[in-house]
C-alpha cells in the first residue's frame, strides 16, 4: 500500500507544473493544457483522500468521474474559444490579447 | 519468460522515451540507431520466446490491476503460440523497416519524432499482441491508433497528411466504440475482462447474446482492418511516408483487426453466426477492395486496397476456416505486402512520384528493386510455390469444404483481380516505354529489400503438407484438411489468367503502341476482336462507366460526405445560429432592457422630479415674495416705531453709549469666532474629504497598472493573493 502523502506529493507536484504552464505559456491551447494538469492534480487528491478515508467505498472515484466529464465539456468550450478567437486575430499567443487593460 | 515478455515489451517503450526527452541531445543522426538498438534486441527476445514457446513454455500470468467494489480488474500476459508468432511477425517487420527508414528518411528533419513515434507503435503493437485481458488490450489499442495518427501526419505540414491522419483516426474511432461497448458487455455479463476466463464462462450464456457482443468486438476489428464499411481511412492514409505505410498500414496495426478476432477466437466459435457475419465481411471487403485496385493509378494506393482486400481474405480465413488459416495468411501476408510496400517507397524514393504512368522502364536501373518486386507479385499473386499460394489456397481450400459457395467464388475471382492488379503495376513500373531517369536505392534500403523477399518465398512452406501443417498445429490445430488437388489447380490458374491478361494488356514490347489503361478500351477490343461497333458501343459505355465507377472507389467518401459530414455540419451550422440568434440574442436582449430601463429612468428624472423641483423652487419663491412685501410694511411700522424710539434714545444716550460699546465687543468676538470656523471647516474638515479623495484616486492610478491586460497577469496576482493568504493562515495559525 502506497502511502497518503506520495499521492499527495505528486498531485502538488502536478498542481505546480500546471500552474507554472498556465502563468508562463504563451500559446493558448497550451494554457489550457496546463489548466487540465493543475485539475486533473486536484482530482488525483481527491481520489487518494476518498481511499485513505473509505477504502471500501468508492465515492471518491465516482465524483472524480464526474470532475472529469465537467472538465471535458470544460475543455471543449474553452478550446471553441480559442477557435473562434484564432478565426478573429489568427493568433492564439495569449499576449496578443490585452483588451483587459485598465 | 514472463521477464523477459516484458524486457522486450519495454525496449522499445523506453526507446521512445530516450528519443523524446533526449530529443534536443542526441543528434539527429544519432537518434535511428538508439531506436534500432533497442529494436533488434527485442527482435532476438521475440526469436527466443517463439522457441521457448514451441519448446511449451507458454504461459499466462494475471494480477489484479484494480479492485473497484469487488469488481476486479485485470492485467494479464499471455505468451501462447498465437502471440508468439505474432510478436515474432511484428518484430522481425519493425526492426526491417526502421532499418529501410534510414535509407528512406534520410536527411528529414524530425527524425528523433519519427523513430520515437514508430518505437512508440511497437511497443503499442506488443502490448496488444501480449494482452490477456480485453481492457489492457484496449487500452494498447487505442495507442496503436494514436500513433498511426502521429506517424500518417507525419509530414503534418501537408493538408493531405493531416487531413488523412484525422480521417483514420476518427473512422477507426467509430468501430473502437463497437469494441468498448463490447468489451463492457463482457465485463457485465460474466464479470470479468481475463480473456481465459472469458472462454470458460462463456459457455454458460445465451449463444444470441454472446453473437451480439462478438460482434461489438468485430466491429473494433472492422475499423482497424479497413474492412467494410469501414475501409476508407486506409487508403487515405498513405499520406504517411512509405516505411509506416508498410509497417502499420500494411503488416501489423491493420493486422490488430485480424489477431483481436483469432485472440477471442474461442468466443466466435461459440457464436457460429458471428464467424459466418465475418467471413461475409470478410468476402465483399476482398473482392471490392480488389475491384478498386484495378483502375487506380497511384502505386500507394493500389497497395493500399491490395492491403484491403487481403484483410478481408484474412476475415474470411478466420469465419470460415480456423484460426490457423486467418493467422497464417496474416504472417505470409506481413512477408509480402510489407515487401511490396517497401519495394514501393524504393521507387518512389528514386523517382519522387507515386503515379504509374509516369514510370516506365526502371527494370535495368532498379534491378533489386524490381526483382525483389516480382517476388512480392507472385506471393501475392498466389503463384506456387511462394508465401501467398499456401495460405490463399488454404483458405479457398476451407471455404470450399465447409460450403461457403458463395464466399468461394468471391474469393477465387478476388484471387484473379489480384494477380492482375498487382502485375499491372509491375508491368506499368519496371517494364513501360517510357526511359525515366532513376537510380537503385542504397544497401540500407535494398538489403530489408532482400529479406523479406527470402521470407516471402520460404514461409509459405511452414504450413504446407512438406513440413505438415506445422503452422496450424503449432496454434492447437488437430488436423489439417487434406489438400484438394483441383483447388489447387483452380487457384493458379486463376492467378495465371490474371498474370497473363496483365500481360497482354500492359506489359510493353517494342514496336507496339502503348496500351496504358486500354483493358477495356473499345479502340483495343474492335481492332482485335472484331465486335460488332453497335453492341460494342454500349458494352464500352458500361466498362467506361465501371472504371470510372472503381477509379472512384464506388463513390463511398463521396456517400459517407452526403450522409454523414454534411448533415453533422449542417447540425453544427444550426446550433451555431442558435447560440447567435437564441442565447446571445437573450443576453443581448436583457442587456437593451436594462439600458432601456436606464433611460426611462432618466426620462422620468428630468420629466417630473426635476420639473417638480422647479415648481417647488418657484412656489417658495412666491412665498418669499409675499413675505417681502409683508416685510416692508413691518419695516415702515418700525421705522415709525424707530422715530419714536430715537427720542427715547436720546434720553438714553448716555447710558447707552457704554452698553454699546460692550455689544460691540461681543460682535467682534463673534467674529472672530466665525473666521476660526470657517478656517477649521476649510482646512480640517474639507481636508480629510479631499485627502480621501485623493488618496482613491492615487491607488486607483496605481492599481490601473496591474491591469496590464495581459491575459495571465491575472490569475498570477490571484495565485499570489492565494498563495499570501496561505502563508498568512500558517504563521498565525501556529499560535
Known sequence: MIPLSYYLVLAALVFCIGLFGALVRKNAVLVLLSLELMLNAIVLNLIAFSNFATPVTIKGQIFSLFVMVIAASEIGLGLAIVLFLYRKRATIEMDKFTELKG | ?735
Not at chain 2, 496495426?253 to 466459435?269: D, H, K, N, S
Open chain 2, 1 to 735: 519468460m514472463f521477464e523477459l515478455t516484458l524486457i522486450m515489451l519495454a525496449l522499445p517503450l523506453s526507446a521512445f522515451v530516450v528519443l523524446l526527452l533526449g530529443g534536443k541531445i542526441i543528434p539527429p543522426k544519432k537518434s535511428p540507431f538508439v531506436a534500432i538498438t533497442a529494436m533488434a534486441i527485442s527482435t532476438v527476445l521475440a526469436w527466443a520466446l517463439l522457441i521457448a514457446v514451441i519448446l511449451g513454455k507458454e504461459f499466462e500470468r494475471h494480477f489484479t490491476w484494480f479492485d473497484v467494489g469487488g469488481q476486479i480488474v485485470h492485467l494479464g500476459v499471455i505468451l501462447d503460440p498465437l502471440a508468439a508468432g505474432m510478436l515474432l511477425v511484428v518484430t522481425m517487420v519493425a526492426l526491417l523497416v526502421q532499418i529501410y527508414s534510414l535509407g528512406y528518411m534520410h536527411g528529414e528533419k524530425r527524425m528523433n519524432w519519427y523513430y520515437a513515434a514508430l518505437s512508440l507503435f511497437t511497443f503499442a503493437m506488443l502490448g496488444v499482441v501480449v494482452s490477456s485481458s480485453l481492457i489492457q488490450l484496449l487500452v494498447f489499442w487505442e495507442l496503436v491508433g494514436l500513433c498511426s495518427y502521429f506517424l500518417i501526419g507525419f509530414w503534418y505540414e501537408r493538408e493531405d497528411a493531416s487531413r488523412a491522419a484525422k480521417k483514420a483516426f476518427l473512422t477507426t474511432r467509430t468501430g473502437d466504440v463497437g469494441f468498448l461497448v463490447g468489451a463492457i458487455l463482457f465485463f457485465t455479463v460474466l464479470g470479468t475482462f481475463h480473456i481465459p476466463t472469458l472462454y470458460e464462462r462463456a459457455a454458460s450464456i445465451n449463444p444470441n447474446l454472446l453473437a451480439v457482443m462478438v460482434l461489438l468486438l468485430f466491429a473494433g476489428a472492422v475499423g482497424k482492418s479497413a474492412q467494410l464499411p469501414l475501409h476508407v481511412w486506409l487508403p487515405d492514409a498513405m499520406a504517411g511516408p512509405t516505411p509506416v505505410s508498410a509497417l502499420i498500414h500494411a503488416a501489423t496495426m491493420v493486422a490488430a483487426g485480424v489477431y483481436l478476432v483469432a485472440r477471442t477466437y474461442p468466443l466466435f466459435e461459440m457464436a457460429p453466426v458471428a464467424l459466418e457475419v465475418v467471413a461475409y465481411v470478410g468476402a465483399f471487403t476482398a473482392f471490392f477492395a480488389a475491384t478498386i485496385a484495378l483502375v487506380q493509378v497511384d502505386i500507394k494506393k493500389i497497395l493500399a486496397y491490395s492491403t484491403v482486400s487481403q484483410l478481408g481474405y484474412m476475415m474470411v480465413g478466420l469465419g470460415v476456416g480456423s484460426l490457423a488459416t486467418g493467422m497464417f495468411h496474416l504472417t505470409t501476408h506481413a512477408a509480402f505486402k510489407a515487401l511490396l510496400f517497401l519495394t514501393a517507397g524504393s521507387v518512389i524514393h528514386s523517382l519522387h512520384t507515386q503515379d504509374i504512368r509516369e514510370m516506365g522502364r526502371l527494370y535495368p536501373k532498379m534491378k533489386v528493386t524490381a526483382i525483389t518486386t516480382i517476388i512480392g507479385g507472385l506471393a501475392l499473386a498466389g503463384v506456387p510455390p511462394f508465401a501467398g499460394f499456401w495460405s490463399k489456397d488454404e483458405i479457398l481450400l476451407e471455404a470450399a469444404h465447409n460450403h461457403f459457395t458463395l464466399i468461394y467464388y468471391l474469393a477465387l475471382i478476388t484471387a484473379g483481380l489480384t494477380a492482375f492488379y498487382i502485375f499491372r503495376l509491375i508491368f506499368l513500373t519496371f517494364f513501360g516505354d517510357e526511359e525515366v531517369e532513376a537510380h537503385e536505392s542504397p544497401p540500407v534500403m535494398t538489403v530489408p529489400l532482400i529479406v523479406l523477399a527470402v521470407v516471402s518465398i520460404f514461409i509459405g512452406f511452414l504450413n504446407s503438407p512438406f513440413l505438415n501443417n506445422a503452422f496450424g498445429h503449432f496454434l492447437g490445430e488437430k488436423e489439417a484438411l487434406k489438400p484438394d488437388l483441383s483447388i489447387m489447380a483452380t487457384s493458379v490458374f486463376v492467378a495465371f489468367a490474371g498474370i497473363f491478361v496483365a500481360y497482354r494488356s500492359y506489359y510493353f514490347q517494342p514496336g507496339k503502341k502503348s496500351r496504358l489503361n486500354s483493358l477495356l478500351s473499345k479502340r483495343i477490343l474492335a481492332e482485335k476482336y472484331w465486335i460488332n461497333q453497335a453492341y460494342l458501343r454500349t458494352f464500352g459505355f458500361v466498362a467506361d462507366f465501371l472504371r470510372h465507377v472503381a477509379y472512384n472507389k464506388y463513390f463511398v467518401d463521396e456517400f459517407y460526405q452526403l450522409v454523414i459530414v454534411r448533415p453533422v455540419h449542417y447540425f453544427a451550422d444550426l446550433l451555431y445560429l442558435f447560440d447567435l440568434k437564441v442565447i446571445d440574442g437573450l443576453v443581448n436582449s436583457i442587456g437593451w432592457a436594462t439600458l432601456s430601463v436606464a433611460y426611462s429612468v432618466g426620462g422620468f428624472d428630468v420629466a417630473v422630479i426635476d420639473r417638480a423641483i422647479d415648481h417647488f423652487g418657484k412656489g417658495a419663491l412666491g412665498v418669499s415674495k409675499i413675505m417681502g412685501g409683508f416685510d416692508v410694511e413691518i419695516d415702515k411700522i418700525s421705522v415709525s416705531m424707530g422715530r419714536g424710539a430715537v427720542g427715547v434714545s436720546k434720553v438714553m444716550g448716555g447710558a447707552d453709549s457704554k452698553a454699546d460699546k460692550a455689544t460691540e465687543g461681543l460682535g467682534w468676538t463673534n467674529l472672530r469666532l466665525g473666521w476660526l470656523a470657517r478656517g477649521f471647516d476649510l482646512g480640517v474638515v474639507d481636508g480629510a474629504v479631499n485627502g480621501v479623495s485623493l488618496l482613491i484616486a492615487g491607488i486607483g492610478k496605481r492599481l490601473r497598472r496591474i491591469q496590464s491586460g495581459y491575459l495571465q497577469d491575472y490569475p498570477l496576482i490571484m495565485f499570489l493573493t492565494v498563495l499570501t493568504l496561505i502563508i498568512v493562515v500558517i504563521f498565525l495559525g501556529k499560535k
